[in-house]
């Protein structure tokens, strides 16, 4: 009987992978910010079979999250945590983000990310099992000249990410680091610009969970863009200035 909690469950990526993992016999503990759209994400899961948990806590709240990951882990040992919750981050103009929006995006993607995974860390590494998977973003590969804010954290998140795993996989404790490409999400219709080989979030979700399984280091797709993405680093300047050229975006809705 599996144990999942997730957060950024209430849509996108975390409500598809709420609902790719729903079935009789799994607890779901779901995390969102957005009440009602939670409530209606624990509603369909539930109707799939699945014992579901809420909580609505600011993932920037370092000690409410670590307190409420103790008590749910004691209710029910995690088996698996999914640290989905994020922000976009750029600047609505399409000019260089702000200080107050870069650290508002560090706060949320990389902070909040960690006030979740290491609290993980330590009840699973006491347990001796367990599996913590990051969600980053090809953009860890391939940084998105108007999102710097963003890509920076996407790549914190995989390079700590593989680094844990490598730490933590004689205790028992699997890691593993998500890097998506675009996923028709309305976070991410909030970009307004080129996205190449967009999936659907339930497509995703399946990928998702069929690379966590396997206990890839990193489950990235769609593949040709991930293959690029991770290419893309090695690159002379010019060729990569001139590759990331056609991924410029503005932010539809202001903040």
Same mark, same amino acid.
């Given at each position: 009987?599996?144990?999942?909690?997730?957060?950024g469950?209430?849509?996108?990526?975390g409500?598809a992978?709420?609902?790719?993992?729903?079935?009789?016999? /799994?607890?779901?503990?779901?995390?969102?910010?957005?009440?009602?759209?939670?409530?209606?994400?624990?509603?369909?899961?539930?109707?799939?079979?699945?014992?579901?948990?809420?909580?609505?806590?600011?993932?920037?709240?370092?000690?409410?999250?670590?307190? $409420?990951?103790?008590?749910?882990?004691?209710?029910?040992?995690?088996d698996?945590?999914?640290?989905?919750?994020?922000?976009?981050?750029?600047?609505p103009?399409?000019?260089?983000?702000?200080?107050?929006?870069?650290?508002? /995006?560090?706060?949320? *993607?990389?902070?909040?990310?960690?006030?979740?995974?290491?609290?993980?860390?330590?009840?699973?590494?006491?347990?001796?099992?367990?599996?913590?998977? &990051?969600v980053?973003?090809?953009?860890?590969?391939?940084?998105?000249?108007?999102?710097?804010?963003?890509?920076?954290?996407?790549?914190?998140?995989?390079?700590?990410?593989?680094?844990?795993?490598?730490?933590?996989?004689?205790?028992?404790?699997?890691? *593993?680091?998500? /890097?998506?490409?675009?996923?028709?999400?309305?976070?991410?219709?909030?970009?307004?610009? $080129?996205?190449?080989?967009?999936?659907?979030?339930?497509?995703?979700?399946?990928?998702?969970?069929?690379?966590?399984?396997?206990?890839?280091?990193?489950?990235?797709?769609? $593949?040709?863009?991930?293959? &690029?993405?991770?290419?893309s680093? &090695?690159?002379?300047?010019?060729?990569?200035? &001139?590759?990331?050229?056609?991924?410029?975006?503005?932010?539809?809705?202001?903040?």
């Amino acid at each position: 009987m599996p144990v999942i909690l997730i957060t950024g469950a209430s849509s996108g990526i975390g409500a598809a992978l709420a609902r790719h993992y729903a079935a009789p016999g /799994t607890t779901l503990i779901l995390h969102g910010r957005d009440g009602a759209r939670l409530d209606a994400v624990a509603t369909a899961c539930r109707a799939q079979g699945a014992a579901v948990e809420t909580e609505r806590l600011d993932v920037r709240d370092r000690a409410g999250v670590a307190a $409420w990951l103790r008590a749910a882990h004691a209710a029910h040992p995690l088996d698996l945590v999914i640290v989905n919750a994020a922000i976009n981050g750029g600047d609505p103009g399409g000019d260089v983000e702000t200080a107050d929006m870069a650290f508002e /995006t560090v706060a949320v *993607n990389l902070d909040g990310a960690l006030n979740v995974a290491l609290p993980c860390v330590d009840l699973m590494r006491a347990r001796g099992a367990g599996q913590i998977a &990051l969600v980053s973003s090809l953009s860890a590969f391939a940084p998105l000249p108007d999102a710097p804010a963003y890509s920076g954290t996407k790549a914190a998140l995989l390079a700590h990410g593989l680094a844990l795993r490598e730490k933590l996989k004689p205790h028992g404790v699997k890691v *593993n680091v998500v /890097t998506p490409g675009y996923v028709r999400t309305a976070m991410g219709g909030e970009y307004q610009g $080129w996205r190449p080989m967009e999936i659907e979030a339930a497509d995703a979700a399946a990928r998702i969970a069929r690379g966590l399984a396997r206990d890839r280091d990193i489950v990235a797709f769609p $593949w040709l863009i991930a293959a &690029l993405a991770r290419g893309s680093a &090695l690159l002379p300047e010019p060729l990569r200035r &001139l590759g990331m050229s056609g991924f410029k975006f503005k932010i539809r809705t202001g903040r």
